[in-house]
């Protein structure tokens, strides 16, 4: 008797569990198909859009780097405070990844799955963002207008449909240089002094294209490592009398003391991410402990120009930006990386007027592609269409005077691979924003 | 009061084989592990399965080092290039979108990897005492990065290499899908992924400083003559739990890999070494619970404090610097307060009411 009790509870008990599992679960099997339509306006509503963006705000790319999140904020202020897009106010939200692409993926998980943003707009850096692309592709979420220059936000948009660039990519920046080195100093000896990663790579490609037996040597330096006198040495010893650097603003700080140390001095190109003489300035007597004042020592630098900066306080674009910096902007004056940013809300505020009244993800992605050129501060116009996602065509040469620039070159725009440089009759260098402030953009398609 | 007054005959005998048994007990407890990892990630968004699946691979390479540091006496900082081996060894297989491995292979290979590196590290490392294995291991921690860059057409250079993590195996949906009635999102399945990776490390890890292995560890760390007249081979004990720590590391970054989806070698600086070291402080040295709760904090910290700031209406500036701040003050208040670390100290305050009583 007693046995069979505790046989029965035994059975009885597993029975229960098992059943209750079982009900827990659906007992079934899964059906394949899991199709999510319908969910395509995340992040939209009556009144407002959320985008996001994932930022160095700490960290030692953050200098220079942190400030373009603020323009960025300053100009949708201003639009949201004209009225907005379509009677929404748009909203940014900023997350720190301090250019650590470990950081960068779990805050763009945050931002895509606990933050729902509608679309991420101007993520920067190229081994940051390119953690994250493939996520958001996969998530559908429109990754637009990355704040990097590398060719594989637009190369392919067949595999990263919802991927594009914005600023002149290296590898056009490259050729453009290299013509411009070909033409007007075919006896300078160059030598490349580069960034090891894809700015060192692509942009090497496209000067390599027109200037291939006048370099004389290559040398490379990793980000982060921030002893570089061995590369300047080297350039010096094998008779370089001309540098094109592809580099960030460090490394244009750090290049210019180690060569006055070594009373090396040649004609220096800075590609233009490394090339802003006010953020350079600064590092300059940073690093050289006072020693260095100013930006002086960039004078007579030759450098590429794709949008006007703070220099140029008479261009229209710069009074506009100069306009809603007052009004909307935060502590600090207005910058040229500030600048950067605002130009990079106005593409976007742009591109949501194309995607109409009822944005959807993919009818931004497919606005962007129809958006045909329209008047923007940008000096040439974007590429995109559905064959490219690249950005910016082109830029114009100029020589750093005095901490503003002077044009050497009218705007050059070209494409990656084998396309000719031509110069621009797009005008897209001699528009101006309308009166208001705020782009007047048709619904596309 | 004994059990087995108020328990019917059959359960206390079935209940005292377990308690009386290290790895049945151990069993148990990742048994009960497991229904909570299920019943946590199922109730979850999928961001925060994504963090879970973060502080997976943090707790499971603080339990390595805690087993390292805190019963053998090795202060290793150079437990990130570990990880940076296991990472760099499941992103090599992860490159195409058909791996020529399942996950579970690839895992261990990355696992059994790391463990021969750290073989080769560990028969150094014990030769050495104190602070000049902290001083090894560091040297470790700043050059594993640089093969990176040295290999760059193999290992990315400073890009790193894109982890395309394999499609879910429809056997792995179906079984969620049977138990749970949800479907599993790719951040799930990594988290499930890391959990149980979690659980079986410290079924094991537990197991092995339960055992004879443990004992000659703690022997090693608490007196090395006492414990070499007592016949233990200080050398060979060394080199075992370097070996163990490191193979654990290595897992860990095989599951950072999947969940970070790139390997580069900016996430694997001297930061990722000391970053497990403070979960380890934080926890209480030498605790697997104590590995677990910061690897938590870690993960959950500075995530809670910059949404607390952007709620505040704090900048975006602002609300990102407060996350170290907090993180600071967290830090000193737990060695001012709790200097045994959060288990630790719970612990030896329970033993003292228990002993006082």
Known sequence: MKRWTRKTTLVTSVVTVGALVAACGAGGSREEDSGDGGASDVGITESSIKIGAHFPLTGVAAPGYSEIPTGMEAYFDYVNANGGVHGRKIELVVRDDGYNPTNTSQVTNELVLKDEIFAMVGGLGTPTHAAVVDFLNAEKVPDLFVSSGSIQWGDAPEEKPYTFGWQPDYEIEGKIIGQYIAENMPDAKVGLFLQDDDLGVDSEKGVRQYLDDQIVAVERYTSGNTDVAPQIAALKAKGADLVLAFNTPSYTALSQLISMKLNYKPKWFYSNIGSDPMLVGSLLSKFSEGAVEGASPLDGVLTTEYIAGVDSPDDPWVQLWQKAWDEHGGKGELTNYRVYGMAKAYTFVQALMAAGPDPTRDGIVEAVEQMGPVPGPELAPFRFSEDSHMGISGMQVVELKGGASDPLTPVLVTDTGDAPIEEDNSGAADDAPPASGIPEVEPAG | ?357
């Open chain 2, 1 to 357: 009061m004994s059990v087995a007054t108020r328990v019917p005959a059959p359960l206390a005998k079935a209940l005292g084989r377990i308690s009386s048994s290290t790895l049945l007990r151990h069993l148990l407890f990742a048994l009960f592990g497991l229904v909570i990892v299920i019943l946590v990630l199922e109730s979850t968004d999928q961001f925060r399965n994504a963090q879970f699946a973060s502080m997976a691979y943090l707790g499971i390479a603080a339990g390595g080092l805690t087993v390292l540091t805190g019963l053998n006496g090795q202060l290793s900082l150079g437990h990130g290039a570990f990880m940076a081996i296991g990472a760099y060894t499941t992103a090599l297989f992860f490159q195409d979108s058909e791996p020529p491995l399942p996950v579970v292979g690839v895992l261990i290979v990355a696992t059994v990897v790391t463990l021969i590196v750290g073989a080769a590290v560990g028969v150094a490392a014990a030769r050495l005492h104190g602070p000049y294995i902290a001083g090894a291991t560091l040297a470790l921690a700043v050059a594993v990065p640089g093969i990176a860059l040295f290999f760059s057409d193999t290992l990315g250079g400073e890009q790193g290499l894109n982890v395309l993590v394999p499609d879910i195996p429809d056997w792995f949906a179906n079984v969620v899908f049977f138990i749970t009635a949800n479907e599993v999102s790719t951040s799930k399945y990594i988290g499930y992924i890391g959990w149980l990776c979690l659980l079986a490390t410290f079924v094991l890890l537990a197991n092995l400083s339960r055992s004879r292995v443990g004992r000659v560890w703690r022997a090693v760390r608490d007196d090395e003559v006492a414990a070499e007249i007592a016949g233990i081979n200080l050398g060979r004990a060394r080199v075992l739990a370097f070996v163990v720590s490191a193979a654990c590391a290595g897992l860990a970054g095989a599951v950072m890999a999947m969940a970070v989806r790139i390997t580069a070698p900016s996430g694997f600086s001297l930061t990722l070494s000391l970053t497990l070291l403070t979960a380890v402080v934080l926890g209480g040295l030498g605790s697997l619970l104590g590995a677990l709760i910061g690897a938590a904090l870690l993960t959950f910290l500075p995530q809670v404090v910059t949404g607390v700031g952007h709620d505040a209406g704090l900048s975006d500036l602002q609300a990102a610097e407060l996350a170290p701040l907090v993180y600071g003050l967290t830090m000193v208040l737990v060695i001012l307060l709790a200097p045994a670390g959060i288990v630790g100290s719970i612990r030896g305050a329970w033993r003292r009411r228990k002993e006082s009583a």
